[in-house]
T-cell receptor, first 112, second 112 residues
Framework: KAGVTQTPRYLIKTRGQQVTLSCSPI?????VSWYQQTPGQGLQFLFE???????NKGNFPGRFSGRQFSNSRSEMNVSTLELGDSALYLC???????????FGQGTRLTVV | QKEVEQNSGPLSVPEGAIASLNCTYS??????FFWYRQYSGKSPELIMS????GDKEDGRFTAQLNKASQYVSLLIRDSQPSDSATYLC????????????FGRGTQLTVWP
């Protein structure tokens, strides 16, 4: 059974650019959540999607957005990148809310 | 008060010993509790889930939940050097759907 797949694994962008990250959940999983992990802040919740609807949003600026497609694949977008956006971005999928969540390998974003 | 707090560590135990990791949470309505292991530079890996009071055992791992005390712990028996990692406690509050609240993690080192 394939796990959660995130692409790309690594990205280097310059300030002011935008970036799109992709997440393919485990087959059959309909809930996809995104987290940002930094050494200083730990794991911080970005948003959660279920059946193409955003159900939850963390305390991040509007530059961070996402969407989910009918096949449950999800993308997140960060516009006008700042140096502080450098982080590991993690996607987690679960069958439904309140059940076990499995993480992808993450996308390491470096903003220079 | 933080949503989820873990003993700060780092924790260092000899090979073969029992490692005890602790976590407290603030929302009494929390419903699901998870332990993740994260190796340096990798994504979190789910190792245990627990939903009701008491103990749950899986191999060398035992999760313990006490909802009255808002406390969850993870015991690792016969610790191995390969268990050296950061252990993250995560809580689902139920009311916030699929969102997980994470502690900052406890770094465990098992020395031979």
């Amino acid at each position: 059974k394939a796990g959660v797949t995130q692409t790309p694994r690594y990205l280097i962008k310059t300030r002011g650019q935008q970036v799109t990250l992709s997440c393919s959940p485990i087959s059959g999983h309909r809930s996809v959540s995104w987290y940002q992990q930094t050494p200083g802040q730990g794991l911080q919740f970005l948003f959660e999607y279920f059946s193409e609807t955003q159900r939850n949003k963390g305390n991040f600026p509007g530059r961070f957005s996402g969407r989910q497609f009918s096949n449950s694949r999800s993308e997140m977008n960060v516009s006008t990148l700042e140096l502080g956006d450098s982080a590991l971005y993690l996607c987690a999928s679960s069958l439904r809310s309140n059940t076990e969540a499995f993480f992808g390998q993450g996308t390491r974003l470096t903003v220079v | 008060q933080k949503e989820v707090e873990q003993n700060s560590g780092p924790l260092s135990v000899p090979e073969g010993a029992i490692a005890s990791l602790n976590c407290t949470y603030s929302d009494r309505g929390s419903q699901s509790f998870f332990w993740y292991r994260q190796y340096s530079g990798k994504s979190p890996e789910l190792i245990m889930s627990i939903y009701s009071n008491g103990d749950k055992e899986d191999g060398r791992f035992t999760a313990q939940l006490n909802k009255a005390s808002q406390y969850v712990s993870l015991l690792i028996r016969d610790s191995q050097p390969s268990d050296s990692a950061t252990y993250l406690c995560a809580v689902n509050r139920g009311s916030t759907l699929g969102r997980l609240y994470f502690g900052r993690g406890t770094q465990l080192t098992v020395w031979p």
